[in-house]
């Protein structure tokens, strides 16, 4: 009878670390960070599985989706600006894919055109 319990005791309190572990490796990032990139704007993109936001901007520190949120006046000014270089602010955030492991997505608040400096791109 105690070897019953003592295994029941063990089964419940592994369920209970494996269900903490699970709750860890969620989708959801535990901070969003507030960000601006300048990049080319590429739209529309395609990923495997479709996994993509369908807008991207190509920066030197690395590619970045970029979510529209649903709002026309964001889709508007990214099809006025694909193919371009463009300045982002928004919001970070990083999902776990599936075909895709690692996934940042900034939460799109701003977008323009990026101001072409010739003696700021020659001090960097």
């Known amino acids: 009878m105690l070897r019953i319990a003592s295994l029941a005791l063990g089964l419940v ?3 209970l670390l ?9 989708d959801k990032p535990k901070g969003n960070a507030k960000v601006e990139f ?6 529309p ?8 936001t369908g807008t991207v901007i190509e920066t030197k520190k ?7 949120g649903g709002k026309k006046d964001l889709l508007k000014k990214v099809e006025e600006l694909k193919g371009k270089q463009v300045v982002v602010v928004g919001t970070l955030k990083v999902v776990k894919g599936v075909e895709i ?24």
């Open 18 to 26: 494996s269900a903490r572990a699970s709750d860890s490796k969620t």
């Open 101 to 124: 492991p690692e996934r940042k997505i900034i939460t799109l608040g701003e977008i323009k055109e990026a101001k072409q400096d010739k003696d700021k791109d020659s001090k960097k």
């Open 38 to 43: 300048t990049g080319k704007l590429s739209h």
């Open 62 to 68: 690395g590619n970045y989706e970029l979510d529209l």
């Open 45 to 52: 993109v395609f990923a495997i599985g479709g996994e993509t």
């Open 13 to 15: 309190a592994l369920s």
